[in-house]
């Protein structure tokens, strides 16, 4: 029976493992544009970590620092050659915050993200391959969530695990938690909709007649098969973490100033300023956010178009036949109508979007 089981799923196999270097396979599927777009947000994220992982040689004093060998910097300083930012209206300096800010938000970014995948990955598959009154409840759940204007969940959820109050490890740790929350809603919906539509795949039933177990199914068979559009979702969601936490800072639901740098709260502090023609305090903070996040979004825009067949005509060099190819129903890859609502039929067409 053994014999004839390897027999009959022996030509069944998932797809071959990719061979190479990933990336260098990506950026030659780029083309014009695309390729600078792609070119341009991997500089700005490389910048922004550099920022981020050498603050502490880079930065001039401390993030937190108002004076240097008793002397006091003073408020509201314009920029000079002691202070290339500026001081800010606390007499600290602001090319330190702003460097420190990088590494804060860095930190909260690769957290939130993290946690995200590790929650809602998992939840995801288990809901779409069981099913049932499981799956119902858990799309419930979420969807109430989703329901949620995203920066009052995670106002929300900062002050039931902060209540207020955060030490630094804590005070990041709650912030990646509250943007968190507000992002495994979305993994849930992408990986529970892409495994419904693989799970009775020829792969996955020859992995059944073997006798593999739920668990390896799912994360041998399924995983690797539906988590093509998490790369996307995953730089998407970083940009959109930016804000969040940039917003949360803003409003006073952050991390506490003399725990770490965070550019929402010098935003906050630098409203005043602004209306006294004081603009240096607001304005690099308010530019890391803007570039970090445009960045972000290009890398995530251009791995969109790359991994998605339905988007690939924006490049050059894509022939005839690849248009038509591309336009047939029956090619479309499970990752076309995952970002959808999961029962909408995927659209074949760029205006059909």
């Known amino acids: ?88 209206v606390g007499g600290q300096d602001v090319l330190s915050r702003v460097l420190f800010g990088a590494r804060t938000a860095l930190t909260v970014i690769v957290l939130a993200v993290a946690i995200s995948l590790l929650v809602g990955v998992p939840l995801g598959l288990v809901s779409g391959y069981f099913g049932g009154v499981l799956d119902r409840i858990l799309v419930l759940i979420t969807d109430a969530l989703y329901a949620f204007p995203s920066l009052l969940l995670a106002i929300i959820v900062s002050i039931m695990i902060s209540g207020g109050r955060s030490t630094p490890f804590g005070g990041i740790l709650a912030a990646a938690i509250s943007i968190t929350v507000v992002y495994v809603p979305q993994y849930f919906r992408v990986v529970r909709n892409l495994t419904v539509s693989v799970k009775n795949e020829p792969f996955v039933e020859s992995a059944r007649i073997t006798g593999a177990r739920p668990g390896r199914i799912m994360f041998r068979h399924v995983l690797p098969n539906v988590s093509q559009t998490l790369p996307v979702l995953a730089t998407l969601n970083a940009s959109e973490a930016i804000l969040t936490l940039a917003g949360l800072g803003f409003l006073g639901f952050g991390i506490e100033p003399s725990a770490a740098a965070e550019w929402g709260y010098d935003l906050n502090k630098a409203l005043a300023d602004a209306t006294n023609g004081i603009w240096w305090t607001g304005v690099y903070p308010g530019l890391a956010i803007v570039l970090v996040v445009a960045g972000v979004t290009l890398v995530g825009e251009s791995l969109n178009d790359v991994l998605n067949p339905m988007l690939r005509t924006r490049g050059g060099g894509t022939s005839t036949a690849d248009e038509d190819e591309i336009a047939l129903p029956g090619d479309l890859g499970p990752a076309a109508g995952a970002l959808g609502s999961g029962s909408d039929p995927a659209p074949t067409t760029e205006d059909d979007r």
Do not use: K
């Not at 030659?28 to 792609?38: A, D, K, P, Y």
């Open 1 to 88: 029976m053994s014999a004839i089981v390897t027999i009959e799923t022996e030509g069944l196999a998932g797809p071959p493992p990719r061979r190479g270097f990933p990336g260098v396979a990506l950026l030659r599927s780029t083309h014009g544009l695309q390729r600078g777009m792609l070119l341009g947000g991997i500089a700005v994220i490389t910048l922004f970590v550099a920022a981020a992982v050498l603050a502490p040689l880079l930065a001039p004093y401390g993030f937190n620092a108002d004076r240097a060998g008793g002397v006091i910097f003073g408020t509201q300083q314009p920029p000079s050659a002691a202070h290339l930012f500026g001081t800010t």
